[in-house]
């Protein structure tokens, strides 16, 4: 799921985790990556700029 750390993103990952479904989770930066892991992702990207 990408922008995993936004407010619409957050609600999902929580639908889909709670329904049992392994999430990966992509943030901007390493920050983002704790709130993601709170909401239930699984694994969490960092999409750096050299990503982009």
Known sequence: MMGAAGGTATAA????????????????DETQSASAREAGAMQVVVLDKGFQ
């Open 13 to 28: 990952l929580q639908v889909v985790a709670g329904l049992g479904a392994n999430v990966i989770a992509g943030v901007a």
